[in-house]
């Protein structure tokens, strides 16, 4: 509570003086998910420095905890920030250092991965993971008889694939859905079209396929179509690439739903970080959670950006 | 690391051919444990996909194992392919509304991903021979370049191959000759043509004796700087080739492309029984270290025996089994 009235002051006493520095931090574009969230962090930056002229941006993407811990430093160091928008490649090492800029004084919005303590930064972004793998939990329950055999196609091995699987499995306990296996796809699509096809050899009857992700998704498609499974089984991706939605849209009925799990939480988190900066007082302190919706052929069109590289 | 240059030659009489059998041993044991684990496993489509996926990393071990041979070392080639197969994707795209979707379209496209090859080939070997920069470094260079030219020509997203363009490509990957696939078949003449290389001409026999000696082969007037500039531009144009293979599997690139694929083929290299310092190379046990690797994969997705979390450590002690295996068997 102390920093955060310290901060108001500050922001106010250096509001007229000189323009606000708003320093952006995420990973680099290593995965579809991640190439969008830079699409659309450069996206609202360029627009938000044509609209203020008082506003400047440091943008920075990462490969690694460790780059991210120096571009950080980077950025205290020598070009004196106002603000932070930070998605934390993990969580446990990025802590202590934003935690140290917080309570320098500087605004920190934390972006989508929370930090591993509680009250450090001012204001949370972030999708939803429990109510991602619960939203197409429930879609599975709806529409698969019981004693219905699925697969699974994991992500990359992290704390956001845990809490979607667990959310996943809590909401198809009961319903007599045998989850068969479950591997890791790294959000990859060469990788989870290997262990689709693993899957399709080592299984004669698959039902649906959860492929938690789009990009692992499209390669778990291709495998099925390989195979010429078409037929059999159904897939449910997730996060709202394009080509997902858009055959979602055409009713295919290999893709009959996605979840979202929308990348441009991004330029939310600078928007609200850049009215915060800019309006000493303002309440924008707190967190906004981004609930995934279900997309289907009926809602389909509201969830499809003609411009997005994803 | 030092135990095994100093590996004294008295290990060479009890256990002659160790070096030579064991990769062999370890495929037929990976094989024999498929075999147990799940009756699926010799089926016709699981060996066709296992054979067919090692199939990109594969061709370009074979030209990786010239490289190594001679005593060089290539870490671009995963970040390469991956931006020959963006570079291809959009050129394939552009030119399709001038010459309409068909054969010619694919035809120019697989010229621009050999082409490609060929030039990134030889621009890492004129660093390596003519700006005299170590190999490593070079290379290290040139896989951060082609990983970011890659996301930049995606904007960060996914290169698509048009629809249409992509239901014509599509047999390359999927079709076949006689229930073989094209990546298979490829993946062995391929593999076939560098064991003849190899062995039987002057470029193989000049390759192993620069990596066994770079001064001695000079004297031995042997054209060094470009025997070695040409490894690379043979490893370029074999990366161009699992490019084209590549391409209609999925018709996408993306910054994900390829990834980590020069460590998996030099780690095959190495399984296969060629000194990661120079100076010999065999061709046949590169393949056999590609389909080691690739069937550590199939059978830990064929099972739940181990967790996936522990993949990576499964390739891993096999990886170093191999080699210790064979260190035991050579005086390094």
Not at chain 1, 138 to 153: C, P, S, T
Request: net charge negative.
């Amino acid at each position: 509570m102390k920093h955060l009235v310290l901060t108001t002051a500050l922001a106010g006493l250096a509001l007229p003086a000189t323009a606000q520095t708003i320093g952006i931090s995420i990973p680099a574009a290593t995965h579809g998910w991640a190439g969008a969230l830079n699409f659309h962090a450069e996206e609202t930056v360029d627009r938000l420095s044509e609209q203020f002229e008082d506003l400047d941006f440091v943008l920075t993407t990462t490969p690694d905890p460790g780059t991210q811990i120096s571009d950080l430093e980077d950025m205290m160091a020598t070009r004196d920030i106002d603000a932070l928008v930070v998605l934390p490649f993990e969580s446990e090492p990025l802590t202590g250092p934003v935690a140290r800029i917080a309570e320098g004084g500087t605004w920190v919005t934390v972006v989508d991965r929370g930090l591993s303590q509680e009250g450090i930064e001012d204001l949370y972004v972030a999708g939803d993971n429990e109510s991602f793998g619960r939203t197409a939990g429930e879609y599975f329950v709806e529409n698969l008889d019981d004693g219905a055999q699925i697969v699974v196609i994991r992500g990359l091995p992290s704390t956001i694939d845990n809490e979607r699987i667990e959310a996943f499995e809590a909401a198809i306990e009961g319903s007599g859905i045998e989850v068969m296996a479950m591997e890791h796809g790294n959000f990859n699509r060469d990788d989870s079209f290997t262990v689709m096809q693993d899957y399709l050899s080592r299984y004669p009857e698959i039902d649906a396929v959860w492929a938690t992700d789009d990009d692992q998704a499209v390669g778990a498609l291709a495998a099925i179509e390989q195979a010429d499974r078409n037929e059999e089984m159904f897939v449910v991706g997730g996060a709202g690439m394009k080509q997902m939605i858009q055959r979602v849209m055409e009713g295919d009925e290999m893709v009959p739903v996605d979840v979202t799990y929308p990348p441009s939480m991004i330029s939310t988190a600078i928007e609200m970080t850049a009215l915060g900066v800019m309006n000493p007082g303002l309440p924008v302190s707190g967190r906004f959670i981004i609930a995934s919706e279900l997309v289907t052929p009926e809602n389909a069109e509201s969830f499809y950006f003609e411009d997005s590289p994803y | 690391m030092s135990t095994t240059t100093t590996t004294p030659a008295r290990s060479r009489a009890w256990m002659p051919d160790l070096h030579v059998l064991g990769p062999i041993l370890a495929l037929v044991a990976l094989v024999l444990i498929g075999i147990a684990l799940n009756p699926n496993f010799l089926s016709v489509a699981n060996l066709t996909n296992v054979l067919a996926r090692s199939a990109f990393i594969g061709i370009i071990a074979v030209g990786m194992t010239f490289v190594i041979a001679a005593g060089g070392l290539d870490l671009s080639v995963g970040s390469m392919a991956a931006f020959i197969a963006g570079l291809t994707i959009l050129a394939m795209n552009t030119i399709l509304p001038s010459m309409g979707a068909g054969i010619a379209v694919i035809g120019v496209g697989v010229l621009i991903a050999l082409a490609a090859g060929l030039i990134a080939g030889a621009i890492n070997g004129l660093l390596v021979t003519r700006a005299g920069i170590e190999a490593f470094i070079v290379t290290l260079g040139t896989m951060g370049i082609y990983r970011s030219l890659v996301t930049w020509l995606a904007d960060g997203g996914t290169l698509s191959l048009d629809f249409a363009l992509r239901e014509i490509y599509r047999p390359v990957y999927y079709g076949g000759v006689a229930g073989v696939s094209w990546p298979i078949i490829v993946f062995a003449l391929v593999a076939i043509a560098g064991e003849v290389v190899m062995r039987h001409t002057a470029f193989g026999r000049h390759c192993a004796a620069i990596g066994s000696n770079e001064t001695v082969a000079r004297y031995s007037t042997v054209a060094v700087n470009r025997v070695k500039t040409l490894t690379y531009v043979l490893l370029g144009l074999l990366v161009g080739v699992a490019v084209v293979m590549y391409v209609p599997r999925l018709g996408s690139a993306s910054a994900a492309t390829g990834l980590l694929w020069e460590l998996e083929a030099i780690a095959a290299v190495i399984i296969g029984g060629t000194v990661l310092k120079g100076g010999f190379g065999r061709v046949w046990g590169t393949v056999v270290g590609v389909l080691i690797l690739s069937l550590i994969g199939n059978i830990l997705n064929l099972t739940d025996m181990v967790s996936p979390y522990l993949n990576g450590a499964i390739q891993g002690v096999i990886i170093i089994l191999a080699v210790v295996l064979q260190r035991k068997g050579t005086a390094g």
